[in-house]
């Protein structure tokens, strides 16, 4: 019983039961337009035919007078499946004809008898005497007699119940039919969707490797499936994303934190010396400072990452933005033993958001500065900006120590400072934080080597289709 | 200086009210917009300090009756919302300075103090001057005890805008956003070997230092 209702409660069965309704209500017009039709044809028919026996008698009694129009009816009357014949005198005495008894009233009114009428023929037996219906058309003769020619009505009468038996078999078998096909679809969907709940609620239990089962028919309940699992693979991945962020923020927050925390502890114990005491707290300060510098760098780049960031974008001049990032840096460059310069023509323009553009620029630059540093020969740093057919490039290129091919990818992670770089300053979410300001501008962060394949280039792409 | 806290974590108001006293200030302080408001209505003030979330009315909205009606009274926007919209909409709704929370007071402190109309330069001065340095806004000349001093357009600006601001801590980040104008925390410290080389230019040759460094918050020019 719970389980008729749960089919009952499937979409397959709920379309299936309308079709069925459907199908019945065309089938019942179509039938009763068919024996209506067919109905007035065989009126017509009967008509005629009577008619036509009018109009033989007629010229018999014309030709041969009564005598000769009784004759003929008593001959026709004898024939097998004759039609029905009856004459009377005025008094109403029936002077031939095959009809023993008839309905009163119907002889009254001359032409067309309105509605089908009772009456028996000669010859039956009184047991077997049956009631017939019938139609008739009553003529009057020249001498008050009366002529009835008529027609029985069992035949049309068999046909309808013929046409009602078909009607009531093709119901009953589409009925049939229906529920077959309600029974076996129905039960199939239900059965897919109960499989796919299942393993939603093992999904929901905690089972996040858990995916939906696939038929491999590719229909409609194979593609919400596949739709659904790719929703859950990108689930999991922000998932797994958002674990190894927590753990990396774990890791990389604990050894500052404990360090000011040390810090702290220290100047409370340094009760002598004020100075050495304030020193220590001033340090912890800029410590905290950049622990918050380090919070807000990873907010920016959860929220452009996960893509529901509303920094409004416009027209901006990325050549301006080199222009000005370029002179931001220049002192603290040549602080630093670098010759940074900037390669720009003209001015181009991209849609974008000028601060979130100007920072992943200056994370780069900053980058490029301080690995290209420490490199043995004229360290210099390079900004290029060119628009070609299809994207504006803006490459950052440095001849530093530049970044293995196999740790490109991981270079722009969060918190991944390779190897090498271990040891110098820095939260390590200056490219990554890059790479989301490229992905909210629907471009690329690409690192490749630098010019005579030494240093390293990182390249902003805006893809010209959506920037113009 | 008169300050208005408007700002519903009793902690934080404490604090700043405490700090702010230190400073040589005197705050009062409102723990929802309904009372902010009311009490910055009195016209009393030199700066409201207003937090952007708050109980009973938004500190948006507090901002923009106190604007209609007329008061023109400097206010900056404390607000954990840190986005470059969230900034654009905060001054659109008439404030003068946005801070994103978590902050040092130092920048509070700072930015507080040079919003403060009755100190600083104003608009009209064509000249700035501090001690025997001379900036000259229209002619875009620097003087130092009348000899010229060359600069590069964004020395120059840098200076205005500390010259402007005599006698008042600036933060690197005030710099960043008055100067360059842009409004992103940079990595290293590219604002200080801004301020060391414009230092060099006005101050190479001449005995008293006019720039300095206050430690933990920015720098200041003044003349002693």
């Known amino acids: 019983m719970h389980r008729l209702r749960a089919l009952m409660n499937t979409t397959a069965a709920r379309l299936s039961a309308l079709f069925i309704l459907l199908f019945a209500a065309c089938a019942v017009v179509l039938v009763v337009y068919v024996s209506s039709l067919s109905q007035r044809m065989i009126t017509t028919q009967t008509q005629e035919a009577i008619l036509e026996e009018m109009a033989s008698l007629t010229t018999a009694y014309q030709r041969r007078g009564i005598t000769g129009l009784v004759r003929m009816i008593s001959i026709r009357s004898r024939q097998p499946g004759a039609n029905l014949y009856m004459i009377t005198d005025h008094n109403g005495l029936i002077l031939s004809g095959n009809v023993e008894m008839i309905e009163p009233g119907v002889l009254d009114i001359a032409g067309w008898t309105e509605q089908p009428f009772y009456y028996s023929r000669y010859g039956e037996t009184s047991e077997l005497q049956e009631v017939h219906q019938a139609v008739a058309h009553v003529s009057r003769l020249p001498n008050q007699m009366i002529l009835l020619v008529g027609r029985d009505l069992g035949e049309p009468e068999q046909y309808r119940y013929i046409v009602r038996r078909a009607l009531m078999a093709a119901l009953g078998m589409m009925g049939i039919g229906a529920a077959l096909i309600w029974f076996f679809v129905g039960r199939k969907a239900l059965k897919r969707i109960d499989s796919i709940s299942e393993a939603s609620i093992q999904i929901m239990g905690g089972d996040l490797t858990r995916r939906l089962p696939v038929s491999g028919s590719g229909d409609e309940f194979d593609r919400l499936s596949e739709n659904l699992n790719a929703m859950l693979e990108r689930i999991a991945a922000l998932n797994e994303g958002l674990r190894q962020v927590s753990d990396n923020i774990a890791h990389d927050l604990k050894t500052p934190l404990t360090r000011l925390r040390n810090r702290a502890e220290a100047a409370l114990a340094e009760t002598g010396d004020e100075n050495a005491a304030r020193e220590a707290l001033e340090r912890t300060i800029a410590e905290s400072d950049q622990l918050i510098r380090t919070f807000n760098a990873i907010l920016m780049i959860s929220r452009l990452e996960a893509g529901y960031s509303a920094e409004a974008t416009t027209k901006v001049d990325l050549s301006a933005i080199v222009g000005d990032v370029v002179e931001l840096y220049e002192p603290v460059a040549e602080e630093l033993g670098v010759m940074l310069h900037s390669d720009v023509t003209g001015s181009i323009e991209v849609n974008g958001n000028r601060e979130l553009l100007a920072q992943a620029l200056s994370n780069i630059v900053d980058n490029a500065i301080k690995y290209s540093a420490g490199s043995r020969e004229a360290p210099s740093v390079t900004v290029t900006l060119a628009n070609s057919a299809d994207a504006v490039r803006l490459e950052v290129i440095d001849n530093g120590p530049g970044i293995p091919q196999e740790e490109r990818d991981r270079a722009t992670e969060r918190f991944v400072r390779l190897e090498k770089s271990r040891n110098q300053p820095g939260s390590g979410l200056g490219l990554s934080l890059a790479r989301a300001v490229m992905a909210f501008h629907q471009g690329e962060l690409v690192l490749t080597d630098g010019r005579n394949s030494a240093g390293l280039t990182v390249a902003m792409v805006f893809s010209n289709g959506k920037n113009g | ?224």
């Open chain 2, 1 to 224: 200086m008169k300050i208005l806290i408007i700002e519903d974590d009793r902690e934080a108001s404490t604090f700043l009210k405490k700090a702010f006293a230190e400073a040589g200030h005197t705050a009062d302080t409102a723990l929802d917009g309904e009372t902010g408001f009311a009490l910055a209505d009195t016209g009393t003030y030199d700066v409201y300090i207003v937090d952007r979330m708050l109980p009973l009315r938004d500190g948006l909205s507090v901002i923009r009756e106190l604007r209609s009606k007329g008061n023109k009274t400097p206010a900056l926007i404390l607000s954990a919302l840190g986005e470059v919209d969230d900034r654009v909409t905060g001054l659109r709704a008439g404030g003068d300075d946005y801070l994103i929370k978590p902050y040092a007071f130092s920048e509070l402190l700072a930015r507080v103090e040079v919003l403060n109309r009755r100190t600083g330069a104003k608009d009209i001065d064509t000249v700035y001057k501090v001690g025997d340095l001379e900036l000259d806004r229209l002619s875009h000349t620097v003087t130092r005890g009348g000899e010229e001093i060359t600069l590069q357009p964004r020395e120059f600006r840098l200076l205005e805008y500390l010259m402007r601001h005599a006698g008042q801590v600036v933060t690197r980040t005030m710099l960043l956003e008055n100067v360059w104008d842009y409004h992103f925390d940079p990595q290293t410290n590219v604002i200080d070997v801004h301020i060391s080389r414009l230092r060099s230019k006005i101050e190479k040759g001449f005995d008293k230092p006019l720039l300095h460094t206050v430690r933990g918050a920015g720098y200041m020019i003044r003349a002693d």
